[in-house]
């Protein structure tokens, strides 16, 4: 069974940074997509970013040229360096992939999610 692990968030003031980290463990299995998606009090869970089954990365246009995914494959790890945070990216930060387990049935995962909060 494959889970993920999110760490990382807290309190930051506006303008300011986080990285979050979201770690996949389990045994023979492979990582089609992982990405973030986040989700604010009263609304609905969104994409941040993430990298596609091709490797490509896909972003939010709210956070354009401020956020950034990176994942190291041997660690099976995403993560997601948040700059020149805003208020608005106040919400709960959820980790998802998707892929096949060992004996190559398809797997779809989230994380716990891990509360990021930006005061201004």
């Known amino acids: 069974q494959v889970q993920l692990v999110e760490s990382g968030g807290g309190l930051v003031q506006a303008g300011g940074s986080l990285r979050l980290s979201c770690a996949a463990s389990?045994?023979?299995?492979?990582?089609?997509?992982m990405g973030w998606y986040r989700q604010a009090p009263g609304k609905q869970r969104d994409m941040v970013a993430t990298?596609?089954?091709?490797?490509?990365?896909n972003y939010a246009d709210s956070v354009k040229g401020r956020f950034t995914i990176s994942r190291d494959n041997a660690k099976n790890t995403v993560y997601l360096q948040m700059n020149n945070l805003r208020p608005e990216d106040t919400a709960v930060y959820y980790c998802?992939?998707?892929?096949?387990?060992?004996?190559?049935?398809?797997?779809?995962?989230w994380g716990r999610g891990t509360q990021v909060t930006v005061s201004s």
């Open positions: 998802n992939s998707n892929g096949l387990t060992s004996t190559l049935s398809p797997f779809g995962v």
């Open positions: 389990g045994s023979g299995f492979s990582i089609n997509t």
């Open positions: 990298f596609t089954g091709r490797g490509s990365t």
